[in-house]
């Protein structure tokens, strides 16, 4: 079993910044790709970012040019960093990660950005 924690959500004004942190931990023998989604009010849930490994990243349009996401195989860590933020960005944001062949999720942090 696989866990994730994340932090680093909460209310910020427009143009702000915020990163997230998910750190996966347990019984871990191949941690894939590790990512953030996230879920509006009335909405499905969404690819934000996620990374490989190997480094490879891939970005919702978006939010490309605005959010970093960035990894520390050494820890199983993967970060956020949401720069720009606007008040369509605010959603509940999951940390994703594909590990042992399986999907895990996080619980999930708030992120909400006043205008």
């Known amino acids: 079993q696989v866990q994730l924690a994340e932090s680093g959500g909460g209310f910020v004004q427009a143009g702000g910044s915020l990163r997230l942190s998910c750190a996966a931990s347990?019984?871990?023998?191949?941690?894939?790709?590790m990512g953030w989604y996230r879920q509006a009010p009335g909405k499905q849930r969404e690819l934000v970012a996620h990374?490989?490994?190997?480094?490879?990243?891939n970005y919702a349009d978006s939010v490309k040019g605005r959010f970093t996401i960035s990894r520390v195989n050494a820890n199983n860590t993967v970060y956020l960093q949401m720069s720009s933020l606007k008040p369509e960005d605010t959603a509940v944001y999951f940390c994703?990660?594909?590990?042992?062949?399986?999907?895990?999720w996080g619980q999930g942090t708030q992120v909400t950005v006043s205008s």
């Open positions: 994703n990660a594909l590990a042992n062949l399986r999907n895990y």
């Open positions: 347990g019984s871990i023998f191949r941690l894939f790709r």
């Open positions: 990374i490989t490994s190997g480094g490879i990243t």
